[in-house]
Nanobody, 117 residues
Framework: QVQFVESGGGLVQPGGSLTLSCTAS???????MSWYRQRPGKERELVAG????????QYPDSVKGRFTISRDNAKKTVYLQMISLTPEDTAIYYC???????????WGQGTQVTVSS
Protein backbone atom coordinates (compact mmCIF):
# COMPACT_ATOMS: atom_id res chain seq x y z
CA GLN A 1 0.00 0.00 0.00
CA VAL A 2 1.35 3.41 -0.97
CA GLN A 3 1.78 5.73 1.98
CA PHE A 4 3.47 9.08 2.48
CA VAL A 5 4.29 10.58 5.85
CA GLU A 6 5.12 14.27 5.75
CA SER A 7 6.67 16.12 8.67
CA GLY A 8 8.64 19.22 9.60
CA GLY A 9 5.98 21.88 9.26
CA GLY A 10 5.22 24.51 11.83
CA LEU A 11 4.83 28.19 12.56
CA VAL A 12 7.60 30.42 11.25
CA GLN A 13 8.04 34.16 10.93
CA PRO A 14 8.29 35.84 7.52
CA GLY A 15 11.82 35.49 6.22
CA GLY A 16 12.33 32.29 8.14
CA SER A 17 13.11 28.81 6.92
CA LEU A 18 11.91 25.25 7.34
CA THR A 19 12.89 21.85 6.02
CA LEU A 20 10.13 19.36 5.35
CA SER A 21 10.53 15.60 5.12
CA CYS A 22 8.44 12.98 3.39
CA THR A 23 9.00 9.28 3.98
CA ALA A 24 7.40 6.83 1.59
CA SER A 25 6.32 3.25 2.18
CA UNK A 26 8.00 2.04 -1.02
CA UNK A 27 11.44 2.14 -2.59
CA UNK A 28 11.99 5.48 -4.28
CA UNK A 29 14.61 4.32 -6.77
CA UNK A 30 12.18 3.93 -9.67
CA UNK A 31 10.31 7.17 -9.17
CA UNK A 32 10.74 10.84 -9.67
CA MET A 33 9.35 12.65 -6.63
CA SER A 34 7.62 15.93 -6.04
CA TRP A 35 6.20 18.26 -3.43
CA TYR A 36 2.84 19.98 -3.60
CA ARG A 37 1.00 22.46 -1.45
CA GLN A 38 -2.58 23.48 -0.93
CA ARG A 39 -3.09 27.03 0.22
CA PRO A 40 -6.35 28.05 1.91
CA GLY A 41 -9.13 28.23 -0.66
CA LYS A 42 -6.84 27.13 -3.49
CA GLU A 43 -6.24 23.92 -5.39
CA ARG A 44 -3.22 21.76 -4.74
CA GLU A 45 -0.22 22.95 -6.74
CA LEU A 46 3.20 21.60 -7.60
CA VAL A 47 6.09 23.36 -5.85
CA ALA A 48 9.05 21.11 -6.63
CA GLY A 49 10.03 18.01 -8.57
CA UNK A 50 13.19 15.90 -8.68
CA UNK A 51 14.17 13.14 -11.09
CA UNK A 52 15.13 9.55 -10.25
CA UNK A 53 18.76 10.39 -9.60
CA UNK A 54 18.30 13.65 -7.78
CA UNK A 55 20.08 15.54 -10.55
CA UNK A 56 17.28 17.36 -12.36
CA UNK A 57 14.86 19.56 -10.45
CA GLN A 58 12.05 21.91 -11.34
CA TYR A 59 10.20 24.67 -9.53
CA PRO A 60 7.48 27.14 -10.39
CA ASP A 61 8.51 30.79 -10.47
CA SER A 62 6.70 31.42 -7.19
CA VAL A 63 9.25 29.38 -5.22
CA LYS A 64 12.28 29.25 -7.51
CA GLY A 65 15.43 30.28 -5.68
CA ARG A 66 13.79 29.79 -2.29
CA PHE A 67 12.82 26.09 -2.27
CA THR A 68 15.17 23.16 -2.80
CA ILE A 69 14.05 19.56 -3.23
CA SER A 70 16.38 16.67 -2.50
CA ARG A 71 16.11 12.96 -1.91
CA ASP A 72 17.72 10.13 0.01
CA ASN A 73 16.68 6.88 -1.65
CA ALA A 74 18.26 4.76 1.07
CA LYS A 75 15.97 6.41 3.62
CA LYS A 76 12.95 6.47 1.26
CA THR A 77 12.77 10.16 2.06
CA VAL A 78 12.35 13.36 0.08
CA TYR A 79 13.12 16.77 1.53
CA LEU A 80 11.99 20.29 0.82
CA GLN A 81 14.21 23.04 2.12
CA MET A 82 12.42 26.38 2.21
CA ILE A 83 14.00 29.76 2.88
CA SER A 84 12.81 33.36 2.78
CA LEU A 85 9.30 32.25 3.58
CA THR A 86 6.39 34.64 3.12
CA PRO A 87 2.77 34.49 4.30
CA GLU A 88 1.86 33.35 0.77
CA ASP A 89 3.73 30.11 1.48
CA THR A 90 1.23 29.22 4.20
CA ALA A 91 -0.26 25.89 3.14
CA ILE A 92 -0.44 22.19 3.78
CA TYR A 93 2.49 20.53 2.05
CA TYR A 94 2.33 17.05 0.53
CA CYS A 95 4.61 14.79 -1.42
CA UNK A 96 3.95 12.22 -4.11
CA UNK A 97 5.79 10.30 -6.80
CA UNK A 98 6.14 11.86 -10.24
CA UNK A 99 8.17 14.77 -11.60
CA UNK A 100 5.51 17.30 -12.55
CA UNK A 101 2.25 15.60 -11.69
CA UNK A 102 1.21 13.17 -8.96
CA UNK A 103 1.75 9.54 -9.88
CA UNK A 104 -0.40 7.99 -7.14
CA UNK A 105 -3.98 8.81 -6.18
CA UNK A 106 -3.26 8.38 -2.49
CA TRP A 107 -1.87 11.21 -0.39
CA GLY A 108 -0.46 11.55 3.08
CA GLN A 109 -1.89 13.76 5.77
CA GLY A 110 0.43 16.57 4.78
CA THR A 111 2.31 18.94 7.04
CA GLN A 112 1.04 22.42 7.87
CA VAL A 113 3.32 25.38 7.25
CA THR A 114 2.18 28.70 8.65
CA VAL A 115 4.16 31.85 7.96
CA SER A 116 3.07 34.65 10.23
CA SER A 117 4.47 37.26 12.54
Amino acid sequence: QVQFVESGGGLVQPGGSLTLSCTASFTLNNYAMSWYRQRPGKERELVAGVDYFGKVTQYPDSVKGRFTISRDNAKKTVYLQMISLTPEDTAIYYCNAGFDSPYFNSWGQGTQVTVSS
